[in-house]
């Protein structure tokens, strides 16, 4: 016991001598727990970007999975067949949730405190943007609790509030995030310049932003809500997107270490890519007249014998038209250079591998290339062969556009006829500037790629449209709006074109249940380009156990870890809450 009198108090000396940094030995510079709202900012921007669109590997995010349910896209995957199994919707739920929603939380809370109202402000737009995607996709989803939430991480169990009570919440956000950065009192001490990669720092552009994500709001709940007055106030006002260039979307780069390029061009260049361009999209684009030309049944493209002019910037063809497929393996579809396969085929060529005579996306979505029509000379599309830089589209100048359209000709914004015509043709006219837009932001290599806007081209194809909505019913001047906005957004945000659908049941799309659309039904073209189906062309068999989902299932390991959420859903039948 006399020694420990002298010990103790010399234990107690050393401890209180070496407090000071003496614990710092557990804390990793490399991984610091808190970051500065400049560094947090743009991985939140691209985390949003990713993970809405098609994840880090071209094949693991949201628009992945809903660009195959809207038939802009096919694979073999799981989203053939509207399944939604696999690790990647895990994957998309939890990073949305930690990597954007959590840190939006995070750059809110530091900004706030340091009155720096501006970052917070920002945060603010892009989370109620962000929740308002979730419930669109989802439905109910955790928000009231998610604060510290990580996204099925096993951190927190919170509660999964109903679709139609978080929106409301939503417009109040998107209220204080446009205030906030008009918060001139504030001080304000670091604004958001480079570090802001969607608009540089500029504080109209968010505005406008955020005001446009409450006019596609609104247009999303006017089945079940009178949404005219604050519709017509937002439109009065004019302070939305106004310029392509104005619109709300990412920037990816040309860098390929670390990897700067789109998701989406990650899958151009693939040894074994996932996604091939549906000729059900590829057909509508073409003008052809979808029906079977035997017992001319009922043709489903609103826009028979109108070729689009984007043809050649959306899709790039591996194979010059009368060139042999290189893998020498049996094609599923061929129209000219164009192959493909068809979603829920089961035909024997389905599988089969044809990754240098595949079709691929161009240089408008992916950065890729531009068709000129002589192919690749039997060589394949490779990651030298485009740049990768085209931007992800979130909602676009095009988009706002076209929802002024719909809501014109659903009567929310007075004008008729009359005026829906005048904003689908502004609508028109701009989707044709994005793609000159998009083509400047990605880039060529060694490839020159011609103006589109302005050309007889563009003209005369825009002129048609127009012809065609004027000349239509009603019902059809609706089914006109919205498909062509939907070619628009190919390779955008998917989301928006599942919402479209969802909520208007236009476009016309790819039914493998309905007798009258299977492939022999419609036009699958053989090789030589003639019309009219051969004798001996078999019909490509496709089949689908399931019904067309109104929803996305909810992660599996959120359900398994979180002792607060609910049973799964069945997705053929959970409506979201706006659904008519």
Not at 78 to 106: H, Q
Not at 167 to 186: M, T, V
Not at 461 to 488: L, N, P, Y
Request: hydrophobic share 35%; glycine share 8%; net charge negative.
């Amino acid at each position: 016991m006399k020694h420990l009198k002298y010990i103790l108090p010399g234990l107690l000396i050393l401890a209180m001598s070496c407090t000071k940094g003496y614990l710092d030995v557990n804390t990793d510079p490399n991984n610091p727990t808190t970051m500065a709202e400049s560094k947090l900012l743009p991985k939140v921007q691209k985390s949003l970007a990713d993970y809405l669109g098609f994840g880090e590997d071209g094949a693991g995010g949201f628009s992945y999975i809903l660009s195959v349910y809207t038939h802009q896209v096919t694979v073999r995957e799981y989203p053939d067949k509207y399944g939604a199994e696999g690790v990647n919707l895990n994957t998309a739920w939890n990073t949305i949730y930690s990597e954007v929603i959590r840190n939006c939380e995070e750059i809110i809370s530091k900004s706030e405190e340091s009155e720096n109202t501006i970052y917070a402000g920002i945060a603010k737009i892009l989370k109620a943007y962000t929740y308002s995607q979730l419930v669109d996709i989802f439905g109910d989803i955790p928000f009231s609790e998610s604060n510290d939430y990580q996204g099925g991480a096993g951190f927190s169990a919170p509660v999964f509030d109903q679709g139609k009570d978080i929106y409301p919440q939503l417009f109040s956000l998107l209220d204080e995030g446009i205030a906030d950065i008009n918060n001139s009192a504030a001080e304000n001490p670091n604004k958001p310049g480079t570090d802001d990669l969607i608009y540089g720092g500029k504080i109209s552009s968010w505005e406008n932003a955020a005001n446009t994500i409450k006019l596609k709001l609104y247009n999303q709940i006017r089945l079940v809500q009178d949404v005219s007055g604050p519709v017509n106030e937002l439109v009065s006002g004019g302070k939305l997107i106004g310029a392509t260039d104005e619109s709300f979307a990412f920037p990816y780069g040309t860098a390929s270490s670390p990897n700067e390029r789109s998701p989406f061009f990650a899958d151009y260049y693939a040894s074994q890519r996932s996604i091939n361009i549906s000729p059900w999209f590829y057909e509508i684009m073409k003008g052809y007249n979808m029906m079977d030309v035997n017992e001319m049944a009922e043709d489903f493209n609103v826009f028979s014998g109108i070729e689009d002019p984007r043809v050649p910037y959306y899709f790039f063809n591996q194979l010059a038209p009368d060139e042999p497929n290189v893998e020498g393996n049996p094609l599923e579809y061929r129209d000219g250079g164009f192959t493909s396969i068809v979603f829920g085929s089961v035909g024997v060529n389905r599988d089969k591998s044809h990754d240098k005579s595949a079709t691929v996306t161009g240089i408008y979505p992916a950065g890729g290339r531009y068709d000129d029509g002589n192919g690749m000379d039997g060589k394949g599309v490779t990651a030298g062969s485009g740049t990768g830089a085209a931007p992800f589209r979130l909602l676009t100048y095009a988009d706002r556009l076209f929802i002024e359209a719909e809501l014109i000709q659903a009567g929310v914004i007075p004008g008729g006829a009359a005026a829906a015509k005048d904003k689908l043709e502004e609508a028109l006219n701009a989707a044709i500037e994005q793609v000159d837009y998009v083509v400047g932001k990605a880039g060529t290599v060694n490839q020159s790629v011609p103006k589109l806007a302005g050309t007889d081209e563009a003209g005369d194809f825009i002129d048609a449209v127009v012809a065609r909505f004027e000349s239509s019913s009603a019902e059809k001047q609706m089914e006109i709006i919205m498909t062509q906005k939907w070619i628009s957004m190919f390779g955008g945000n998917s989301v928006d074109a599942y919402n479209d659908y969802r909520r208007t049941n236009y476009p016309v799309i790819f039914d493998p249940n309905n007798p009258k659309m299977a492939p022999d039904k419609f036009f699958i073209p053989p090789v030589d380009g003639n019309i009219e189906l051969d004798d001996d062309q078999d019909p490509i068999p496709v089949i689908t156990s399931r019904s067309y989902p109104v929803s996305l299932p909810w992660s599996q390991r959120e359900l398994e870890l979180n002792r607060n959420a609910p049973a799964q859903k069945t997705p053929a039948s959970f409506k979201i809450f706006w659904m008519n």
